[in-house]
């Protein structure tokens, strides 16, 4: 297999990022990590992968080290898996090393993985590479040991529903159509995709599965995790309330994970900046553009419950958008870094969701949907460009857009059927 075979299938990255998986296979590194972090709240669909689908998860991982050379493979799994521990050691075969890791957030970070697993830091601004690693997600490498299109995704359905469970689902059925399939224990509800940390607050469920979607978590709409978004939905509302209520305490940079592996981010100063910057002439720091918006300053370590995440994130894009770059000297990990991690236990009670089943077995939903609506543009970089036309019949598997440039990604139908609409975001097939 070789980096061009990943790219035909389509394979990017599976744990949110959604980054082309072949144009990271270009590089040359000399240690492989496999992301079995799995650091958001009440997610397991990569440990359910694990235990259904090692065997591919592990060819997956083989072929990455032959395309790319490197000499090592870790995988950073947390020490609390005992049964995907001891069953992927079994498995694994030479040179593999299983890291055992502490259950914190956000462990699955990479620049945190690195760390935690190899004691490598990774510089200011730049990639995992350069430190001598690629990190790859579980069902990214599931995906390449399969060998086939990526047309299916794994999904953890969690929350206020009856059975939590990870489900495998054709790429663009419905939000609806999945949770349709469960029983929802909240009268009133709101769903968050991706993750109760990193994820998007859902207002419309006709929205579709990516090959980059993780989770749908249905909450109260009076819980903490959607009164805390709702409150922040805009820049002004951050800028708002940053003005008005930051005493500048520093708990969010003292917690921050990327702050305490020697990064110079600093969401206090955004929001200082928040505070006494002028539209017309911003006070920017450049050292948050290192931010990797884990929220965990917003969620977690604000006692007023303002969003530094949300000011760092806003200070991020003004400084891409003046060309603004870090230059300062190489970085050591804080002395306090062993100390100021955060328990996913203290990090789900913060979120409130305790009350919630934290499990996430393997389900077969039979999902078969009547039709699908594909993102073009399910990845980072350029959106796909089509390869069908309205009315033309495909079969699951069949090409149906084609990369457009160096990071983009092609796309495959997920159902057999017909190329009912094509439009600028996403091409709809019905079944039949």
Known sequence: MTPRDVEALGVIGAGGAGFPTHVKLEGKPDTVIVNAAECEPLLHKDMEVILHHAD????????????????????????????????????????????PIEDVYPAGDEITLIYMTTGRLVQPGSLPITAGCLVQNVETLYNIGAGRPVVDKFVAVAGAVEHPATVRVPVGVSYAEVLSRFRITAPDYRVRSGGLMMGILEDDLSRTVSKRTGALIVLPADHY?????????TDHDTDRIAKAGCDQCAFCTELCPRYLLGQPVRPETAMRNRMFTREEEPMLFAGNLSCCECNLCTMYSCPEGLDPRGATVIEKRAARERGLSWS?????????????????????????????????????????????????????????????????????????????????????????????????????????
């Open 56 to 99: 591919d998860v592990l060819k997956g991982l083989s072929a990455v080290l032959e395309m790319t050379g490197a000499r090592d493979a870790i995988i950073g799994i947390k020490e609390k898996h005992d049964r995907e521990i001891a069953l992927i050691s079994g498995k694994a075969p030479a040179g593999v090393r299983v890291v």
């Open 225 to 233: 995790c959607v009164t805390m978004y709702r409150r922040f939905a």
């Open 328 to 432: 300062g000297p190489g970085i050591t990990a804080h002395p306090m870094f062993e100390y100021r991690k955060v328990p996913s236990a203290k990090l789900k009670q913060r979120l409130d969701v305790l009350r919630f089943a934290d499990e996430g077995p393997l389900r077969d939903l039979q999902l078969a949907p009547e039709d699908v609506r594909i993102p073009l543009h399910e990845h980072a970089g350029a959106a796909a460009e089509p390869a069908v036309a309205r009315g033309q019949r495909v079969r699951r598997g069949d090409l149906i857009a084609r990369a457009n440039g160096r990071i983009s990604s092609n796309l495959h139908a997920s159902i057999d059927g017909t190329v009912a609409a094509l439009s600028a975001d996403h091409i709809h097939i019905r079944r039949g």
